[in-house]
Nanobody, 127 residues
Framework: QVQLVESGGGLVQAGGSLRLSCAAS????????MAWFRQAPGKEREFVAS????????YYEDSVKGRFTISRDNAKNTVTLQMNSLKPEDTALYYC????????????????????WGQGTQVTVSS
């Protein structure tokens, strides 16, 4: 099991930027696909972005393409989500997650495919 701790959330005006970070400890970080999910009040948890264990493949949910950038540093066991041009509809609790299985990367991975989760960090975008 890998332990994940998110940071970097906050309150920002529409059009602003935030950078979320996720620090991992425990099992070998560098062999697992990592992802960001978010959950708004009253809604289901939804996929935001994922990055392959070696960083050479990335997948984004359509609504964040061109605005969000996911990256990872396997030497530091961290994954980040740079969020630009934020919109009020981006308001949610953002979670970092690690795949259940090593050396796997597919589009369409769902929350049930991820076995380790952080506690979440709140992002609020005001209009």
């Amino acid at each position: 099991q890998v332990q994940l701790v998110e940071s970097g959330g906050g309150l920002v005006q529409a059009g602003g930027s935030l950078r979320l970070s996720c620090a991992a400890s425990g099992r070998t970080f560098a062999i697992y696909t990592m992802a960001w999910f978010r959950q708004a009040p009253g809604k289901e948890r939804e996929f935001v972005a994922s990055i392959k264990w070696n960083g050479d493949s990335i997948y984004y949910e359509d609504s964040v393409k061109g605005r969000f950038t996911i990256s990872r540093d396997n030497a530091k066991n961290t994954v980040t989500l740079q969020m630009n041009s934020l919109k009020p509809e981006d308001t949610a609790l953002y979670y970092c997650a690690a795949d259940k299985y090593p050396f796997r990367f597919m589009t369409g991975l769902k929350s049930t495919d991820f076995g380790s989760w952080g506690q979440g960090t709140q992002v609020t975008v005001s209009s």
